[in-house]
């Protein structure tokens, strides 16, 4: 089957397999990948997350395990904090600060969520903002765990 060319970038994000050259540095390596239609096959049973739009993507690995990609859904998880992203976002009083380092996630991943925003509001500017990658679903998540008694 014929790869689709019709890859959305929304969001405010480039292609990143136009911009990142894939490459390899020990345990890191970047990507290039092409999804097809029927590549979306098991996810049309499952999570309609998991569906991503045919087109060319880039994505991290860190020792064999994706890190991060831009797929469509990276994309939209990820909006908020491009849009939310001013000022001082990488120096000593921050008026952003975001925490995207899991792999995979899980409701069980709140409460180390909920510490480093303890550990880290000290960094915050007053009128600053943090958050983590997925944070509101994994809560809206855990509170359908609840009521359903998982």
């Known amino acids: 089957m014929a790869v689709v060319e019709c890859q959305t970038h929304r969001y405010g994000f ?5 911009i990142v050259p894939a490459g390899t540095s020990r345990r890191v390596r970047i990507e ?4 097809n239609e029927s590549d979306n096959l098991r996810a049309m049973c499952g999570n309609p997350d998991e569906y991503i739009v ?4 880039a994505r991290l690995m860190i020792n064999g395990s994706v890190v991060m990609s831009d797929v469509l859904n990276e994309q939209r998880t990820n909006y908020r904090v491009v849009r939310e992203a001013r000022g001082r976002v ?3 009083a921050y008026d952003t600060i975001y925490f995207d380092i899991w792999n995979d996630q899980s409701t069980d991943d709140l409460e180390l969520m909920t510490r480093l925003h303890r550990q880290f509001r000290y960094y915050l500017s007053p009128d600053g903002w943090m958050d983590s990658w997925n944070r509101e679903r994994l809560r809206y998540r855990k ?3 609840r009521r359903c008694g998982w």
């Open 54 to 57: 045919p087109g060319r993507y």
């Open 143 to 145: 509170e359908q765990e």
């Open 90 to 92: 990488l120096k000593q």
């Open 32 to 35: 290039h990948f092409i999804v």
């Open 14 to 18: 480039e292609p990143m397999a136009d």
